[in-house]
């Protein structure tokens, strides 16, 4: 009996213990909402998983969830930008989180071609920057924002100009005529850098304000998911976008004056007047008493009467948050900015809106973008800046007796067409001003298989479409537009008009397979891409009273067809490897030539978490990187090189037979073998932290060597429809080291300090011009400085643009003693004459670039600052060489001012080809310095409020005579000088 009871006990024991390992692995369902710590808004999206497994969900648009989870278990909640949560469940079924916003989270994501992907598993040379990191000051453009902050990347304006144009170079550019612009890519869609007519610089239309991040992909590996146009490296623009939550606005507005940096240094009226006197008594330059005669008693500043302190104010208005729990973000922008030149001004209205909706229980994303901007620009007559150096300072402004709406002019006086025009005429007798009109719309949709939701479809259509409408016009009484017939010289006046469409519409769907199987990690993409551009042009030129009419329109399209596919694949989240390939299909080249392959292959290796350096406690974090790609180029000016064509004539250029008059057909050069430009580049990284990632960086160390160069060049007359064809021929090697720094030296409760630092050192050389070696060969000319006049050079074993020029001699005190050079040759006749007298003589790009930035906030204080070092830059001063010589002084009955340098030289006769004028242009410039002051909590925590004094442009230190050593293309003509800019500047979030 007490065996039995002894028995039953047992089993009675057993029976509860199976029942309490049954109910401990029973599933319980959880179920809660996810919110932000910003502002308690729910937050959609948020991945919830339960630890160990693949079992998971995610939060609805009202930021809820449910999942049904084994007891005891842990759950993982995570979302981007924010920092993950484990919470284990206990015995809870309701479970509410709060997501703290993590900073370090949303900089370790990055941007890049089709997608994103975490800066841990990056394998190609790829950099960004965000809000936090941009240049400040009065910024149009957006690549204003990158002046100076990244390694490898160049940016530099062309002038001083509202609007105005921009070069941007990213490891030096890899062509000699093709494009070497970096395709530049806002919110997926890749926009065209052709200008239409109306606007300098078509990334003026797309408002700063409204830019999030840059991210700059440089070496093959990173950029041929783009194939056709990544030669030169890819810029990706990220706008701002709204979060879910209740709607938050944000108000800024700047004031600023501008006003020149410098003047070129020319004679006073009074310096002027002693110095002709002198060269009338010494017979030189053909100064006569009649000459004398016409010299006027006035001392005039010309420089400073077409000059003036700009007013301008940048206004924005934006709202983020989400109606409906669709979360959007919308703004408008108002910028009026003038410029220092009088009657030259921009005006730009910009709108900008993203919805960001979540459909089918979070499984179908869709991103849509709206950009429309409308830009009046005035572009004034910058003629009038040469005129206001060369103009006579002894004259005024304005004559009671001229025939000319009462201003000075030289043809009162007598003098035949090609006089000095006065500046103060040409600016306020000139309406000249363009409108563009532009939408950038595109719409993203991603769409998780319900079935296999490791697998995406991604489907990215849009349109980027510009019109333009302008005019040029100019009254009949100007005296600066007149001609000559026999004998007789009469004013015309100008009217000018033109329009212009550009539109270009995409196609992108692709694939993409993310999937995590024990230590190893797959993500393939593959897809198909297409975009087609039409560009339209139609001018019309006249006089100002309508006859001598000219009209011209000027049709082109082109498109690309692309198949891409790329896998990147980890192992232990150490060895990396990327491969990605790319075909293209260009229009612009022949059938037979149509097709470009583009692979690149990448590998990457984590060393930090390797066991052998898992007790170097100062390093936080260092990766090796090793790539090789090619990618191509197609973008040249003519859409159609391959084919026959054929222009027609204008209007005053028919041929007349029978009575009547017949338009003519000119044929155009072409060749029928014209293919795609190929750079294959080589790519070997370091990136590294230390301290804790108190100092982080990377080093890169490249190779590029581009083939087959779409170059335009001279061929024989009659071998072509032209003397210049665009065809393949020739190399270039490009070679570099860049160096990326950043660090926070004081990290506390009251007091941070940020700073930054990034070094380039480039190379660029031509390896192969000809198709068949030939040692007599000079180059090919260029850089145009006078009539058949050219002072730069292509030649193998040089870089391009090379200054061509004869070696100056000197005397004994170093004067340069006018004509004569060393001659090189060693041949006895002319040296001027030959050559092979000419040497090249240093470049216009620079060997060394540094950047520097610095931000410190103490408590509610904040100081910037960002400079930039050039060095090995030269530039061709064509403002002395042009100008600066006493034969310039006199000449078709008027006189001419002239720089006070021509008492370096005293040359008589202008030297334009000496290498005395090609000059050392290194320089640092404090780009901007910002001083800030910050109010929290104002009005129960419903308003922050930021005040800031900026100064852009704050000092240059250089050696250079002209007024600003960063010229673009390395010949200083007259530029619209850069300003020096003081900012007034309030933002407010509510």
């Not at 105005?164 to 030096?172: K, Q, Y």
Request: aromatic share 10%.
């Amino acid at each position: 009996m007490l065996k039995f009871y002894e028995a039953r006990k047992n089993l009675l024991l057993l029976l509860l213990l199976l029942v309490g390992t049954s109910a401990w692995a029973q599933e319980v369902r959880v179920s809660g909402r996810v919110t932000s710590s910003d502002d308690g808004s729910p937050l959609p999206g948020v991945n919830i998983a339960e630890k160990g497994t693949s079992n998971g969900t995610i939060s609805d648009t009202n930021g809820n969830y449910g999942l049904a989870v084994k007891s005891g278990s842990t759950l993982i909640f995570s979302f981007v930008g924010y920092a993950s949560q484990e919470v284990e469940i206990g015995g809870r079924t309701t479970i509410d989180i709060v997501l703290e916003t993590d900073i370090l989270a949303l900089s370790e994501i990055v941007v890049v071609g089709y997608g994103q992907q975490e800066k841990k598993d990056i394998t190609g040379a790829v950099t960004d920057i965000s809000t936090k990191d941009f240049n400040r000051g009065v910024i149009t453009s957006p690549q204003d924002l990158l002046v100076g902050k990244l390694a490898g990347v160049s940016v530099t304006t062309a002038s001083g100009a509202p609007g105005s144009n921009a070069t941007i170079r990213i490891r030096s550019g890899s062509s000699l005529n093709a494009s070497n612009d970096p395709l530049i890519v806002i919110d997926g869609f890749p926009v065209e850098r052709s200008v239409i007519s109306g606007i300098s610089n078509p990334l003026a239309s797309i408002n700063p304000n409204d830019i999030e991040t840059f991210t700059v992909l440089k070496d093959a590996s990173a950029t041929a998911i783009y194939g056709n146009r990544a030669s030169n490296g890819v810029i990706i623009i990220t706008t701002k976008r709204g979060k879910a939550g209740k709607p938050v606005f944000n108000f800024n507005t700047a004031l600023s004056f501008s006003t020149p940096i410098k003047y070129y240094d020319v004679l006073s009226g009074d310096e002027y007047r002693t110095l002709v006197n002198e060269l009338a008594v010494d017979g030189i330059s053909g100064i006569n008493q009649t000459a004398l005669d016409k010299l006027g008693t006035a001392n005039t500043d010309w420089q400073r009467e077409i000059y003036r302190t700009a007013v301008s104010s940048d206004n924005n208005l934006s709202a983020s948050g989400s109606i409906k729990n669709i979360p959007f973000r919308a703004s408008y922008g108002y910028t009026t900015q003038q410029g220092i030149l009088r009657n030259t001004d921009l005006q730009r209205h910009s709108l900008n809106l993203s919805v960001t909706p979540l459909f089918l229980d979070n499984h179908l994303k869709v991103n849509l973008n709206v950009k429309g901007s409308n830009v009046v620009n005035n572009f004034g007559e910058q003629g009038a800046i040469g005129s206001a150096v060369t103009f006579d300072p002894t004259q005024p402004v304005r004559d009671p007796d001229s025939a000319f709406d009462g201003y000075f002019s030289w043809a009162n006086l007598g003098a035949g067409q090609g006089g000095t025009s006065n500046p103060v005429a040409q600016l306020e007798q000139t309406d000249n001003v363009g409108t563009v009109n532009r939408i950038l719309t595109n719409a993203e949709i991603e769409y998780k298989f319900h079935m296999l939701p490791e697998l995406k479809l991604n489907v990215n259509a849009g349109l980027d479409y510009s019109e333009s409408d302008g005019y040029n016009r100019v009254p009949i009484t100007a005296e600066f537009l007149r001609v000559t017939n026999s004998g007789v010289t009469t004013t015309t006046g100008r009217d000018n008009t033109y329009s212009g469409v550009n539109r270009s519409a995409l196609l992108d769907v692709y694939l993409n397979y993310a999937k995590e199987i024990g230590i190893q990690k797959f993500d393939v993409t593959a897809g198909f891409g297409e975009q087609t551009f039409l560009r339209e042009r139609f001018s019309s030129s006249a006089f100002a009273d309508g006859t001598n009419l000219r009209e011209a329109s000027d049709p082109s399209e082109n498109y690309l067809r692309s198949f891409f596919g790329r896998l990147n694949y980890s192992l232990n989240d150490k060895y990396l490897i990327t491969a990605t390939i790319r075909n293209d299909l260009s229009s612009r080249f022949s059938k037979d030539n149509r097709s470009g392959l583009f692979p690149s292959i990448a590998v990457g290796w984590r060393i930090k978490d390797e066991a052998f350096l898992a007790n170097v406690n100062f390093l936080s974090d260092l990766k090796v990187r090793a790539s090789y790609g090619i990618t191509g180029q197609q973008d040249i000016a003519n859409d159609y090189p391959a084919l026959a064509l054929y222009t027609a004539s204008d209007s005053l250029a028919t041929y007349e037979f029978g009575g009547v008059n017949y338009v003519t057909l000119r044929p155009e050069e072409y060749d029928a073998n014209i293919k795609w430009e190929t750079t294959a580049t080589y790519n070997l990284g370091v990136d590294f932290g230390m301290f804790e990632n108190r100092l982080t960086g990377s080093v890169e160390l490249y190779r590029k060597n581009t083939d087959d160069l779409l170059s335009n060049i001279q061929v024989p007359a009659g071998s072509n429809f032209s003397n210049f064809l665009d065809t393949n021929i020739g190399s270039i090697e490009s070679k570099g080291v860049e160096v990326s720094l950043q660090g926070v030296p004081i990290s506390n409760g009251k007091l941070t300090w940020n700073a930054g630092l990034n070094f380039t050192y480039a190379t660029n050389e031509i390896t192969k011009l000809l198709l068949v070696d030939n040692p007599d060969f000079l180059g090919l000319e260029r850089g145009n400085v006078g009539v058949a006049q050219n002072i730069q050079n292509h030649q193998v074993g040089y870089a391009p643009f090379s200054f061509f020029t004869f070696q100056q001699v000197y005397d004994a005190a170093g004067k340069p003693i006018e004509g004569l050079f060393v001659n090189r040759s060693g041949d006895p006749t002319a040296v001027v004459g030959n050559n092979r007298n000419k040497y090249r003589y240093q470049k216009p790009v620079a060997d060394y670039l540094i950047g520097v930035n610095s931000r410190v906030s103490y408590v509610n204080w904040d100081f910037a600052f960002s400079g930039r070092l050039s060095l090995g830059n030269y530039v061709y001063n064509n403002n002395l060489s042009g100008r600066a010589f006493y034969n310039n002084i006199y000449g078709l009955d008027h006189f001419r001012n002239v720089p006070r340098s021509i008492y370096d030289t005293d040359f008589v006769n202008q030297q334009q080809l000496s290498d005395y004028y090609v000059q050392d242009a290194s320089f640092f410039k404090m780009d901007n310095m910002s001083l800030g002051y910050t109010l929290n909590d104002l009005f129960a925590s419903k308003l922050k409020a930021r005040f800031s004094l900026t100064v852009q442009n704050a000092f240059i230190v250089t050696k250079y005579d002209g007024i600003d050593p960063e010229v673009d293309g390395g010949i200083d003509n007259n530029i619209y000088p850069r300003p020096r800019v003081f900012l007034l500047g309030v933002n407010l979030d509510f």
